[in-house]
């Protein structure tokens, strides 16, 4: 479902197994899981492959368990598949890899991934769940990730740092989410009151990405009209109308 940064040459955000490990987690089971990595790569499995099933794993967590409320289990399951994130990265070191491909195969499927999750919220709370106030929470909480993630991501494509650390992004929004669905499912084994954190928990994240969303935009808008305005100043006056006639004519025939 994701791989290292330095591995696989994606931009440098936080997968959703780097999120739930902190470093010195990281490093104890990159060393737990090297020998299998080598195992894999002598078999000649690919890190693709394992991304693949990684998600494959998240996916079926979050829509098998998840609509039917089994919260706790479809939370083990997905942070189970979460170790993929390791392992994928730690083969593509050890075969010394780094691809514009892994990078967007890894972006993408961590859309999916989100999707996902989100979605089995939503379709437990539409269904046996019978609260439409968070099921449209939940859809809220998928959409605006994915508007979040594609603000930066267009943002950097036009040429824009989009420097700005978001107050909920990726990282907080699944470890939130999950930490919160895990607790909650131990509700089914009869400690009293804790469902009600996955509620708190959506709110929270969407709240948050409603936030996050804003702050990208206004970074976006300002870092456009400094790179515009330094632009202008090194455009030489005679011909600049002569510049904005040719993208006007360019913007003309897009349409």
């Known amino acids: 479902m994701g791989q290292p940064v330095a591995s696989r040459g994606r931009a440098a955000t936080p997968t959703l197994g780097k999120a739930m490990l902190n470093k010195y987690a990281r ?5 737990v899981l090297t020998p299998f990595a080598a195992f894999l790569i002598r078999r000649g499995v690919s890190p693709d492959t394992v991304t693949l099933i990684g998600t494959a794993g998240v996916v079926a967590g979050a829509l098998v368990f998840y609509p039917r409320g089994e919260f706790f289990w479809g939370t083990v399951v997905i942070t189970l598949f979460v170790f993929s994130d390791l392992v994928d990265g730690n083969m593509a070191r050890q075969l010394g890899r780094s691809s514009r491909w892994g990078a ?3 972006s993408t499927l961590d859309r999916v991934a989100d999707g996902a999750i989100f979605g089995g919220f939503a379709l437990w709370y539409a269904g046996n769940g019978n609260d439409n106030v968070l099921c449209a ?10 508007v979040v993630s594609y603000t930066k991501a267009r943002g950097e494509s036009i040429g824009l740092p989009v420097a700005v650390n978001g107050l909920v992004e990726r990282a907080e929004r699944l ?5 919160a669905a895990g607790l909650a499912g131990l509700h089914t084994f009869g400690v009293p009151g804790i469902q009600y954190l996955l509620p708190v928990a959506l709110w929270i994240v969407a709240v948050g990405s409603l936030v996050t969303l804003i702050q990208r935009v206004v970074t976006v808008r300002r870092e456009s009209a400094e790179a515009e305005a330094a632009a202008a100043q090194e455009t030489p006056d005679g011909n ?3 510049t904005q006639g040719h993208e006007a004519q360019g913007s003309e025939a897009a349409k």
Request: with cysteine; proline share 0%.
């Open 137 to 146: 929470v939940s859809i809220f909480c998928l959409a605006s990730g994915q």
């Open 104 to 106: 967007f195969l890894d």
């Open 27 to 31: 490093a104890f089971f990159t060393r």
């Open 175 to 179: 470890v939130v989410s999950l930490v």
């Open 240 to 242: 600049r109308g002569e």
